[in-house]
């Protein structure tokens, strides 16, 4: 009984890490994305955006991205468009609105370094963010795929 035990131990662990290395390759990817449109859009002759309209296109892009990559490659999902679409905006934009507002109550309230305000907001929002794909935005899973499901 105890070796079947620590088997499905190893197992929820194994599946947790797989999760998470694919919540990160698809991150990773996504910043990358972001960062190579930005500069574009920048740069481009023919297209002229200043650097603010430039990062809001290249970071709405990477977030349609982000959005189809974690559907099918982070999580699986099977689930409807409509619900986890809607669900994944709604957390976009609470992590945007934390990344704004971190580094004003952080620096400007509470006099800590910009560095400190950095820190919270590059571990916060993907911690959170994780958590809430997982068990909100993307918690219908594939049969096939549900014991990825970290618990």
């Known amino acids: 009984m105890r070796a079947v035990r620590m088997s499905e131990d190893r197992s929820t662990a194994?599946?947790?890490?797989?999760l998470l290395a694919r919540f990160g390759l698809v991150g990773i990817a996504a910043t990358i994305l972001y960062a190579?449109?930005?500069v574009a859009l920048v740069e481009s002759k023919w297209i002229g955006f200043s650097p603010v309209q430039a990062?809001?296109?290249?970071y709405a892009i990477a977030a349609v991205f982000s959005y189809f990559a974690h559907k099918s490659v982070t999580f699986m999902s099977n689930?409807?468009?409509?619900?986890?679409?809607?669900r994944f905006l709604l957390l976009t934009a609470t992590g945007f609105a934390v990344a704004y507002a971190a580094p004003a109550l952080l620096t400007a309230k509470l006099g800590l370094p910009p560095?400190?305000?950095i820190l919270?907001?590059?571990l916060l929002i993907p911690a959170v963010n994780l958590l809430m794909l997982d068990r909100w935005v993307f918690a219908q899973r594939r049969?096939?795929?549900?014991?990825?499901r970290s618990t």
């Open 14 to 18: 194994g599946a947790g890490l797989k």
């Open 36 to 38: 190579v449109l930005a």
């Open 55 to 58: 990062s809001l296109a290249a």
């Open 79 to 86: 689930g409807s468009h409509r619900s986890e679409a809607a």
């Open 115 to 117: 560095i400190i305000a």
């Open 120 to 122: 919270v907001t590059c």
């Open 143 to 148: 049969p096939d795929r549900h014991g990825d």
